[in-house]
């Protein structure tokens, strides 16, 4: 079953205006931790943003914020201030943290987003 | 500038040939890994190592062969692919395998083309 549902295949946003881009999730555990990949046309896998399940406050971190719903099970990945450089690939990923949920961050297909002039 | 580096950045080869990517590390981190990134698919895991020992293997085919010298350096080698093995081949480090909290930092991929 699919841990990380983007329901986003492709996303435009004008410069300089804000860009949600959606995640939802799939888990029975408590402790579990969700990040957010930037993956430019180069191929770099770029760490942008992470929140832990028991995290109170949404995670912030420069133009990035998370809005965590945890009832939901959506972790969405807010964009202000689109910039040119931020067109790429984002990736929605999500680590469990029983001792049977292995090593991998279970990744999402990822939105294209396209900042436009 | 990425603290994980991988090498060589494209590769072509035949389905005769061998061939090895590297990847090395320089962010003092304990746990390594490879994922294989298709088209229209999401990452997949292939393998981990934790202090040098392999900890996890996904089913990946035996033509894949992995080896982790030391925590800094991570090698996949490469033998007798079949087409469909093209893809992003992607480097990633941590500080611990386990945990929730541990972000995973990725190099910037070898590209992958068996002809």
């Known amino acids: 079953a699919q841990k990380i549902t983007q329901t986003q295949p492709g996303m435009f946003v004008q410069e300089k205006e804000a860009v949600t881009l959606d995640c939802t999730y799939d888990?029975?555990?408590?402790?579990?931790?969700l990040f957010w990949y930037k993956q430019p046309s180069s191929g770099e896998m770029i760490f942008l943003i992470y929140?832990?399940?028991?995290?109170?406050q949404n995670a912030t971190e420069g133009r990035y914020s998370l809005n965590f719903q945890k009832a939901r099970k959506s972790a969405n990945l807010v964009i202000s201030a689109s910039q040119l450089g931020d067109s790429a690939m984002y990736f929605c990923a999500m680590r469990e943290g029983h001792s049977n949920s292995g090593y991998a961050l279970n990744f999402g297909k990822g939105t294209s987003l396209l900042v436009t002039p | 500038e990425t603290g994980v580096t991988q090498t060589p950045r494209h590769l072509v080869m035949g389905m005769t040939n061998k061939k090895s990517l590297k990847c090395e590390q320089h962010?003092?981190?304990?746990?390594m890994y490879w994922y294989k990134q298709s088209a229209k698919k999401p990452l997949e895991l292939m393998f981990v190592?934790?202090?040098?020992?392999?900890?996890e293997n996904n089913s990946v085919p035996s033509r894949f062969s992995p080896e982790c010298p030391n925590s800094s350096h991570l090698f996949l080698h490469l033998h007798t692919l079949q087409p469909e093995d093209s893809a992003l081949y992607l480097c990633a480090s941590s500080h611990s395998a386990t945990g929730e909290s541990y972000e995973q930092y990725f190099g910037p991929g070898t590209r992958l083309t068996v002809t």
């Open positions: 888990t029975s555990d408590q402790s579990y931790g």
């Open positions: 962010l003092g981190h304990n746990a």
């Open positions: 190592y934790s202090l040098e020992e392999r900890v």
């Open positions: 929140q832990g399940s028991y995290d109170e």
